[in-house]
């Protein structure tokens, strides 16, 4: 009974979509308040139903009800309660129905916060959000539903896959979600200004929150998904630009350029089309993204020709949203006067430049990622493009920016003299030769890589701290006074250098790891010692453990460090008896010097079980300089002067702005 | 159906990764295995999906391995084995392909977008520059703005 409630809201929820992109776009090109004012509440009651429906779904998981198909295949009475909750969205009905759950949001969110909008484009930014509501809707009723029933129901589950059975990957795709997703609603903005033939700064100040939170939710979900990959997958990699990654990888280099641009439009009242153009581009990309991963066609060409039901129709919402898009974009963009001018060498040139080259690595990843089906398609020849194929195309692009990192916030806006800019980094320079020439003497082989890598870490970190210095004019006020401001900086001042020290951080990591990780591969016994580095590990112990829905094979490690007890681990093999899967369990120590990571393979104790020990360098620091990232978005969402509503709260309050952001 | 088949094979190479590269497969000289752990990164294993043998424990992945030490121990050098696997079983063996007619889009596509774009950057950056000040006059504000105006400096003027 409950799955049929939830069926139904959810039919309800397409009609209610229907309304909420007809009348109000209508009422907006007839001026007509009363038909503008229908946004809201429809786009409220869009929201209530599809979560009802999503609450009716996430029910027959809690309860097991197997006479639900999508159930049936996706869960097990045994499953512990994290992941049937996260079984809702760990199979491809429910993750889409999580995906029009947070559209709606979007678009309640919207219709909750955006009193401030003019009526006009809240109207129509609603429409398009509801739009889209629209066509995914139409997608899960007809191709995807999730409350399809089974009769005679089973007596238990299939059970969810193992990989999937983990702490990680329960919140990974909800991040994701409310990232990519989110990105709809700079998509539904843009849309909306190209219909009211107006971008101000007015428009890049409501625009540039959301597009922030997306992007900070997406960069969480990333991480994640790649400190997943790290520990689940049990062999220690952490990106492996496999196609599903790049999918939710190119709206984050997209979404990266758009915050950067979308900045100038409010600063500077210029670079508008082009800032209206990445919003398409970014949310096409988060469309695309969703067509790989829900077709099939990334397995195979030939398994999506064979099924193609489902790819075809988000291919089609795919090129309607695309192809309206761009050509609306064409029809009205000419409109689009500009009116800050500024010189090449300026803040705004450095932006400029940024989206440059954030274009081409997302051109990099595009091609890379789409070109094989593209070739296998066409002519049959099949090509694989994988992680040697980017880190030697994406790599090098990715570096110029780095270069331009630590320069463009040190250039003021309008017009700059470059040569008083790069003067300004002398400390970042001197840092940087300090730090490669250090890699250079301690290492002791094949030290271009980490040299550079370092070197650019330092260059960045540098330009950072430089400029935070410039900002509170530091030594050339006194100290006191240069605190003063540091306590006072605006949040976004805070957020753009977190942001950049993240990458700073991310680049030592990351250089750390692909070029010092020391690995050793033994068959051990009871008993049996080996040795990697500074450690030494003796195998202590096999066992045979219980748990919920599987059983373990446990090996008891005891590790020294020089000479010393360090630690004990416990690495595990688990087999999952309803799909017959093996996991690996790896078994990390993590120092902020690194990762001592240890995996053990199929044996038995007495011919003796494959134990892989890695000694990985700084790993740590590539998921802290994500996290770092993920602050500075935060912190930059906290600035008041992004919140649009605010100063109108805070007005109406005694004691002035500074009581209210307190208060907030 | 198929797509199951495929997902499980998909994920037959991912779960068992710790046989990935076993210890009775590894040559005894350092520098030869060393070689050889590099090689093998960049060769596809066939029946998994974006997976080097160096990660994968698919059977046809060990045989790869066992295969590509053999002919370094007989001796041949690392671009006559990648020729060797390209022989048997095409291009799409190597993870990074081969720059040829047909993938001259995947080489040459991000510079040639890069080129592209700088083209355009430098067109617009410079026309910016000489841009005349009417060009580029704010837009006058709609009616209902001038409202929105003066209600808020009223707003403003009573809580004065």
């Known amino acids: 009974m409950i799955a049929e409630i939830g069926h139904y809201a959810l039919t309800l929820a397409f009609f209610v979509a229907l309304a909420q992109t007809a009348v109000p776009l209508y009422g907006a090109a007839r001026r007509d308040r009363a038909l503008m004012a229908f946004a809201g509440p429809a786009a409220s009651a869009q929201f209530l139903l599809i979560a009802i429906s999503f609450g009716a779904l996430t029910h027959a998981y809690l309860t097991s009800d197997f006479s639900v198909a999508n159930v049936a295949e996706n869960s097990h009475s045994l499953k512990p309660l994290l992941y049937k909750i996260s079984g809702v969205w760990g199979n491809h009905e429910g993750s889409m129905l999580f995906w029009v759950l947070i559209l709606a949001l979007f678009g309640f969110a919207v219709a909750a916060f955006g009193s401030q909008l003019p009526d006009s484009l809240k109207a129509r930014v609603i429409s398009i959000q509801g739009m889209i509501g629209l066509a995914f809707l139409a997608f899960i009723l007809l191709t995807s539903n999730p409350f399809e029933r089974l009769d005679p129901a089973p007596l238990d589950g299939r059970d969810l896959n193992p990989l999937l059975q983990d702490p990680g990957l329960a919140f990974h795709p909800p991040m994701l979600y409310v990232g990519y997703v989110g990105f709809s609603l700079a998509f539904s903005f843009a849309m909306a200004a190209l219909i009211e033939g107006k971008v101000d700064p007015a428009w890049a100040r409501w625009v540039r929150p959301w597009t922030l939170g997306a992007w900070t939710f997406l960069t969480a979900g990333i991480t994640l998904g790649s400190w997943w990959a790290y520990y689940e997958l049990g062999w220690g990699g952490w990106w492996f630009w496999d196609p599903v990654e790049n999918a939710s990888f190119m709206p984050w280099l997209a979404g990266t350029a758009l915050l950067h641009s979308a900045i100038v439009v409010e600063k500077r009242d210029a670079l508008k089309a082009w800032t209206i153009l990445l919003a398409i581009v970014t949310f096409s990309l988060s469309l695309m993204g969703t067509f790989l991963v829900r077709s099939g066609i990334l397995t195979s060409v030939h398994a999506f020709a064979v099924d193609p039901e489902r790819g075809l129709f988000i291919l089609g919402i795919l090129i309607v949203a695309v192809g309206g898009s761009l050509t609306l974009f064409a029809v009205r963009a000419p409109a689009l006067k500009a009116s800050g001018l500024f010189a090449p060498v300026s803040r705004e040139g450095g932006l400029v430049l940024n989206n440059l080259i954030l274009s081409v690595a997302t051109a990099t990843v595009f091609i890379g990622t789409l070109y094989p089906l593209f070739l296998d398609a066409m002519t049959g020849d099949k090509v694989s493009v994988g992680a040697p194929f980017f880190n030697a195309t994406f790599v090098p692009v990715m570096i110029p920016l780095l270069v331009l990192l630590a320069l463009g916030p040190l250039l003021p806006w309008k017009r700059g003299n470059l040569r008083v800019a790069v003067e300004k980094l002398w400390v970042s320079a001197l840092f940087t030769v300090v730090v490669a020439g250090g890699i250079l003497v301690l290492s002791d082989e094949a030290p271009l890589a980490p040299v550079l890598g370092f070197g650019f870490a330092a260059w960045v970190a540098g330009g950072v701290v430089t400029e935070l210095a410039e900002r509170i004019r530091l030594f050339r006020i006194p100290v006191g006074e240069s605190l003063r401001r540091l306590v006072k900086l605006p949040g976004a001042a805070y957020g753009m250098s977190l942001a950049h020290i993240g990458i700073a951080i991310f680049i030592c990591g990351a250089t750390g790891e692909t070029n010092w990780t020391r690995e050793l591969v033994v068959v051990a016994k009871p008993g049996d010692s080996m040795t990697l580095g500074q450690y030494e590990l003796v195998l202590d112990d096999l066992s045979r453990i219980q748990g919920p829905n599987y059983y373990s094979d446990t090996a008891t490690l005891s590790v020294t460090k020089n000479g010393e007890p360090f630690a004990v681990l416990d690495p595990e093999r688990r087999l999952y008896p309803v799909q017959q899967m093996p996991t690996t369990e790896a078994a990390i120590r993590s120092g902020i010097a690194g990762d001592l990571y240890v995996a053990i393979g199929e044996g038995n104790a007495a011919d003796g079980i494959i134990v892989r020990v890695w000694v990985k360098p700084l790993v740590p620091w590539i998921w802290a300089g994500a996290m770092i990232m993920v602050l500075g978005g935060l912190f930059s969402l906290s600035d008041r002067r992004l919140r649009v509503g605010a100063p109108k709260r805070s007005a109406k309050r005694p004691g002035g702005p500074a009581v209210a952001e307190g208060a907030d | ?160």
């Not at chain 2, 030869?32 to 590099?38: G, V």
């Not at chain 2, 993938?103 to 977008?113: E, F, H, I, K, S």
């Not at chain 2, 890069?114 to 704010?138: C, M, N, Q, S, T």
Request: net charge negative; charged share 30%.
């Open chain 2, 1 to 160: 159906m198929i797509r199951h088949s495929i997902l499980g094979l998909v994920l037959i190479c991912l779960t068992l990764p710790v046989l990935a590269v076993e210890p009775a497969e590894m040559l005894k000289d350092p520098a030869l295995e060393a070689r050889a752990r590099e090689l093998s990164k960049e060769v596809r294993c066939l029946v998994c999906q974006n997976q080097s043998i160096d990660d994968s424990n698919a059977g046809l992945a060990k045989d790869l391995r066992v295969l590509l030490r053999e002919r370094l121990v007989a001796g041949d050098s690392d671009a006559e084995i990648k020729e060797f696997l390209v022989e048997r079983y095409g291009d799409f063996v190597l993870l990074k392909p081969p720059v040829k007619a047909s993938t001259y889009v995947l080489w040459y596509g991000p510079l040639a977008v890069g080129v592209l774009g700088a083209i355009g950057v430098a067109v617009f950056l410079l026309r910016r520059r000489g841009g005349k000040a009417e060009d580029v006059a704010p837009a006058p504000l709609s009616d209902e703005e001038q409202r929105r105006i003066a209600a808020l400096l009223d707003e403003q003027d009573r809580k004065a």
